[in-house]
């Protein structure tokens, strides 16, 4: 069983950045897939950015020249670096985990965190 837990939420103002930090447990995570998700009040969970073990990585058009994901395997933990922050990207961050190539398909994943709230406030 894979232990998956984010942090680094908050309130910020638009324009600004924060970095999500998930910490992955219980398994060699050298080896895991690692993708960030996000829910809006009212709306499903939609892909945000992912990378694979071998560190490729991929992200949603939204995202795209704003958000960096990077991994760190000493540290078992992946980031989410979040810059230019709009209101729309206010949501619930969950990271999760993945022994397959799940990448984008969040039906791949099987290890999910509790999610961090980000507020990005006008």
């Known amino acids: 069983q894979v232990h998956v837990v984010e942090s680094g939420g908050g309130l910020v103002q638009a324009g600004g950045s924060l970095r999500l930090s998930c910490a992955a447990s219980?398994?060699?995570?050298?080896?895991?897939?690692m993708g960030w998700f996000r829910q809006a009040p009212g709306k499903e969970r939609e892909f945000v950015a992912a990378?694979?073990?071998?560190?490729?990585?991929v992200y949603a058009d939204s995202v795209k020249g704003r958000f960096t994901i990077s991994r760190d395997n000493a540290k078992n933990t992946v980031y989410l670096e979040m810059n230019s922050l709009k209101l729309e990207d206010t949501a619930v961050y969950y990271c999760?985990?993945?022994?397959?190539?799940?990448?984008?398909?969040?039906?791949?994943?099987?290890?999910w965190g509790q999610g961090t709230q980000v507020t990005v406030s006008s």
């Open positions: 999760a985990a993945s022994i397959t190539q799940a990448m984008r398909l969040m039906q791949g994943y099987q290890h």
């Open positions: 990378i694979s073990w071998r560190g490729g990585t």
């Open positions: 219980g398994r060699t995570f050298s080896t895991l897939n």
